[in-house]
């Protein structure tokens, strides 16, 4: 009885939550930066989410919940908490002032491989918000940072991200890979 | 606008971060600035490359599989046998970051523990009150269905008026004229009421019954704290006992889907009414009530004292 119950749940949670293994998976490998880590990290997401799912209130930003559970998970294996930025990494991005033209007709590839040259700390918010097209605020939640540094992070690691495109960062001497 | 601006602008304008009217700024400068248009397009199609490259990459069919499998044991397992425990155990051990954690959870347990012992200990006094209140004495504290009625009633027709209200709520100055110990109740219970919104205070009356009534809302549910005399017509037996009703729990009263609360103190009868479950109505009814019931307490007290100072006096002359 008890046990058909659960089950029931679970089908529940599958269907609400599954949906999102594509989205959560494509973020925790920008996390990770290896398949079989960011495998493992959205499965851990997964069985803490459903372990907590009585909690959830069905109606309310799955996505997000999800995401910041993610975001835990991988916080709490890293015994380091929040992004936080190396200043090495700040510094880097305060003297880039020049914001040149983005370049126009990129390969996927080029693109690919600027994003990831990015550091971490710019790139997750930036594939949070262009990939996933997720708002600031729903950022701000999942990674549990302030909006202000979300939306500053954001900017530089676009600019980062331009820069490198136009092979700026480069040339200027700047090593921005980590 | 100036070209800096909008390209300050520009990607939260792509990611609909803007406000409409920001919005409308934006392409009007597109279409008046040449290269802003072409640093529009680019910075679009950058956009959409980057969904584009990101969107390839999917789980394997075989992680999706393992992550439902694991799943589904999941929820069988923990239905109680040891493996459960088994698993818990390894995987504490796994995650050693967790340990300093566990250790501040130990001692947070242990002052738990010392806290607990010390509340069921004092709890333990409280039983041995309620015990020296006999059964006869615990009828004589039986509230009068007409009290009741009224209480409810007074909710019911009261209340609802203040669901919305938004003036400061502050119990005038006139609940002097009904009962001394009322004037400012609305500050006392506020130490009690925590989450709710104070919507009025004031003394209104149902029947020949008058209250001292607080009006509060939590998530759009009414709840009313009503304070009235503990007269003879409150009491099932028609006459009030000698004893106040201290060492009881709140009595609880169901009315027409309303769950009501009640506690007494020597003189004074305290009501928690609302439309919550009767559960949830007592628990709130012990937090809203006890700062009040302290307060009417020692006001009784001390009016008794004043009372005794003016009889010795009187005495004197």
């Known amino acids: 009885m008890e046990q058909n119950d659960k089950l029931r749940r679970l089908e529940t949670f599958e269907a609400e939550a599954l949906g999102f293994s594509g989205q959560l998976f494509r973020v925790a490998l920008r996390v990770c930066r290896d398949r079989e880590k ?37 916080y709490s294996g890293l015994r380091r908490h929040r992004l936080e930025l190396a200043p090495i990494e700040e510094a880097i991005a305060e003297t880039i002032a020049y914001d040149p033209p983005t370049p126009q007709h990129l390969t996927d590839e080029e693109v690919l491989a600027a994003l990831e040259r990015l550091p971490r700390d710019f790139q997750i918010p930036v594939a949070l918000a262009d990939v996933e097209e997720m708002s600031y605020r729903e950022i701000a939640d999942a990674l549990q940072i302030p909006l202000g540094t979300v939306m500053s992070r954001l900017h530089r690691g676009r600019k980062l991200l331009r820069m490198e495109l136009a092979g700026y960062a480069r040339d200027a001497g700047y090593r921005v890979a980590n | 606008m100036d070209c800096r601006d909008f390209k300050e602008l520009l990607d939260s304008y792509l990611c609909g971060e803007l406000a409409v009217e920001t919005n409308h700024t934006m392409l009007g400068h597109a279409e008046r600035c040449c290269p802003c248009r072409s640093e529009l397009a ?101 509230l009068s269905a007409s009290l009741i009625d009224e209480t409810a009633s007074d909710h019911r027709t009261c209340a609802p008026y203040f669901i919305n209200a938004t003036k400061p709520a502050e119990m005038p100055n006139s609940v002097r004229e009904y009962d001394p110990a009322c004037v400012r109740l609305d500050k006392v219970a506020a130490e009690g009421a925590m989450g709710l919104t104070l919507r009025a205070a004031h003394v209104c009356g149902h029947g020949e019954r008058k209250f001292a009534h ?104």
């Open chain 1, 38 to 74: 960011a495998e493992d990290l959205v499965q851990e997401t997964y069985l803490q989410a459903w372990r907590s799912f009585h909690r959830f209130e069905l109606g309310t930003n799955l996505r997000a919940w999800l995401y910041r559970i993610l975001f835990n998970v991988y």
């Open chain 2, 214 to 317: 607080l009006v509060y809302t939590r998530d759009g549910q009414l709840i009313s704290l009503l304070v009235t005399v503990r007269d003879s017509r409150a009491l099932k037996a028609g006459e009030v006992p000698p004893f106040d009703g201290l060492a009881l729990d709140a009595q609880r009263f169901t009315y027409d889907h309303l769950a009501l609360g009640a506690y007494q103190t020597a003189r004074h009868i305290v009501f928690v009414v609302s439309e919550l479950p009767e559960n949830e109505n007592t628990a709130l009814a012990e937090r809203l009530a006890k700062p009040v019931i302290n307060h009417l307490r020692s006001a009784e007290l001390s009016s008794i004292g004043l009372n005794r100072i003016k009889i010795l006096r009187e005495r004197e002359k």
């Open chain 2, 42 to 142: 680019a910075r679009r199609q950058l956009r959409e490359s980057l969904r584009r490259v990101c969107s390839r990459e999917k789980m394997s069919d075989q992680a999706m599989e393992s992550l439902r499998a694991r799943l589904r044991s999941d929820a069988t397992e923990r239905m109680g046998n040891k493996t459960g425990w088994r698993n818990w155990f390894v995987r504490f051990f796994e995650m050693r970051s967790l340990i300093p954690a566990a250790i501040v959870a130990g001692l947070l347990f242990l002052i738990g523990g010392a806290w607990g012992l010390y509340v069921l200990r004092r709890g333990d006094i409280n039983d041995r009150r309620t015990a020296a209140l006999s059964p006869e004495h615990i009828k004589a504290l039986e």
